[in-house]
């Protein structure tokens, strides 16, 4: 029994060190995230704020809004959204005028997911702006999508417009072959960066067939938000 005992303490004796560390290394890292979280989030808000801004270049004041089956709301924390909600950005130019409403959009690319911002304008029902808050993709090819200027064309007026019941878009936003762009809901690829241009496509036709049902039917209430 000795014997077993002796030859036992030792690994016990590991093990309950292993587990101490590890315990000791869990707080730290939950320490550290809780810690770091409120900077990580303020980031994340800025860089927003700045696409919100680039996209629209009017903006003045930008008010963040829940958008659900049963209208919208003023959001006092996107980060606690209801179930089944959408987050988008209301914005007012000097006048206090809706200048267009904001939204994001995000679909897996080659390396990340590719999350950009757009905009959209009440008048023309279309998308009339991007700009990117966060890409992993390469170098040189898929971040063309922030400065080939063709590309960019695709979205000075991409029709988003809903069908006659509002229930979804008319027709689904499509990134196709480069040069064989015929109407205007699609968007004319990328030579040489079509899996970065089609996440760009996919990410805005999945976020605007699930918001704009929910937003549209409520503008009015975002011109008179008084």
């Not at 869990?26 to 801004?53: D, S």
Request: charged share 20%.
């Amino acid at each position: 029994m000795s014997d077993t005992q002796e030859i036992n303490t030792p690994s016990f004796a590991m093990v309950r060190t292993l587990g101490m560390v590890s315990v000791i290394c869990g707080i730290i890292i939950v320490g550290v995230y809780q810690f770091t979280l409120p900077a990580v989030n303020a980031n994340k808000k800025l860089a927003l704020e700045r696409q919100v801004f680039k996209v629209l270049p009017n903006a003045r004041k930008v008010v963040p809004y829940f958008a659900t089956t049963g209208g919208i709301a003023v959001a006092e924390d996107t980060d606690k959204a209801p179930a089944g909600s959408v987050v988008f950005y209301a914005v007012y130019d000097a006048a206090d005028k809706l200048a267009g409403i904001a939204a994001e959009a995000s679909s897996s690319g080659y390396a990340d997911q590719v999350r950009i911002l757009y905009a959209y304008d009440v008048a023309k029902q279309a998308i009339t702006g991007i700009g990117v808050i966060s890409m992993r993709e390469t170098p040189g090819i898929g971040d063309k999508i922030l400065t080939d200027k063709a590309f960019l064309q695709n979205f000075e007026a991409l029709d988003v417009h809903l069908s006659a019941d509002l229930q979804g878009l008319a027709n689904a936003v499509k990134t196709v072959k480069h040069g064989t762009k015929t109407n205007p809901w699609q968007i004319d690829a990328i030579a040489g960066a079509t899996v970065t241009s089609k996440a760009v496509g996919r990410g805005i036709n999945e976020s605007a067939q699930n918001l704009l049902p929910k937003l549209v039917p409520h503008l009015d209430k975002l011109r008179n938000p008084s």
